[in-house]
């Protein structure tokens, strides 16, 4: 997981994330390494969390997007683990989310783009096939 260093306020601090952590997404207490990448992604810099699956890095970038202004983008090749985690951040509240991969239809796939466009999505799902044409869908999401 990673996360880009410019689209941070210095005023969200690691005590927001743990109150956004409890109230949007029903989590107690934040993990070892998820308060690390958070204070991290907070404090403004580029940042790669390498944990082991079930460790909690989806948290990570969940709470750091619905604090942090603009879309989040999530990179994962697994597709049942997209809707998995798209599933959560609607079960919870937590921002809307679309997926665009080969999994969709082409319709779908232009109706997840208009969505984009259309009501400011908070999480975009991507798989690497879909991000590795350059800016093909950022482009299609913005007509």
Request: with cysteine; aromatic share 4%.
């Amino acid at each position: 997981m990673s996360a880009g260093a410019g689209h941070c306020s210095s005023t969200v601090n690691i005590e927001q994330g743990r109150v956004t952590a409890r109230e949007r997404l029903g989590i107690d207490r934040l993990k070892d390494g998820q308060e690390e990448g958070l204070a991290s992604v907070f404090g403004g810099r580029d940042t790669l969390v390498v944990m082991p699956s079930g460790a909690g890095k989806s948290a990570i970038y969940q709470v750091a997007g619905l604090l942090t202004p603009g879309t989040t983008v999530v990179v994962s090749p697994i597709l049942a683990l997209q809707r998995d985690q798209l599933a959560s951040i609607v079960e919870h509240c937590a921002g809307g989310g679309v997926q665009v991969n080969s999994d969709l239809s082409e319709s779908r796939r232009a109706e997840a783009l208009a969505e984009i466009r259309r009501e400011g999505i908070e999480f975009v799902f991507l798989a690497p096939n879909s991000s590795t044409g350059g800016t093909r869908w950022r482009r299609s999401a913005k007509r």
